[in-house]
Structure formats: structure tokens, C-alpha cells
């Protein structure tokens, strides 16, 4: 892997998991490299996903976005502190 490519999996992976996190309510206990990991992941599983399927850039952005908003809301519900 070139470095290139390293820094351009960590902007796609934080633009993606930043979208993710202001599309799920309340606030998210998970700091801002976790939320890098979530986007990296999100962005790999979706595009393996719609370009497989031949979607276009859209379909897959938001399938991308969708898949990360649920690993957020997972994560969420995980780290919140019990009442």
C-alpha cells in the first residue's frame, strides 16, 4: 500500500464516520480514532458490496454512510454507561 493511499483510507474514514455520527441521535461515547476505524470499515464493506453490484458512486456513498451509521449506533448502545 502506498502512503497515499494510507492517508486517503484515514479522510474517507473520518468524512464517512463524522456523516455517520450526525446521522444517529443522542451523543456517541466514542472518540474521534474510533470513529476513524468505523468509517475506514464502513467504507470498505460498502463499496466491496455496490461495486459488486455495479451501483454508482451515489448508491455506494450512501450504502457506505448507512452501514457506518449502524456500527455507530452499535458502538453506542455498547459503551453508554447503565443507569
Do not use: D
Amino acid at each position: 500500500m502506498e502512503i497515499s493511499g494510507f492517508f486517503s483510507a484515514i479522510l474517507v474514514g473520518l468524512i464517512i464516520g463524522a456523516l455517520a455520527r450526525i446521522l444517529v441521535p443522542n451523543s456517541q461515547p466514542i472518540g474521534c480514532f474510533l470513529t476513524m476505524l468505523v468509517g475506514i470499515v464502513a467504507a470498505a464493506v460498502g463499496a466491496a458490496i455496490g461495486y459488486s453490484q455495479h451501483w454508482s458512486f451515489w448508491l455506494v456513498f450512501g450504502l457506505q454512510i448507512l452501514i457506518a451509521a449502524v456500527i455507530v449506533a452499535i458502538f453506542a448502545a455498547a459503551l453508554r454507561p447503565k443507569r
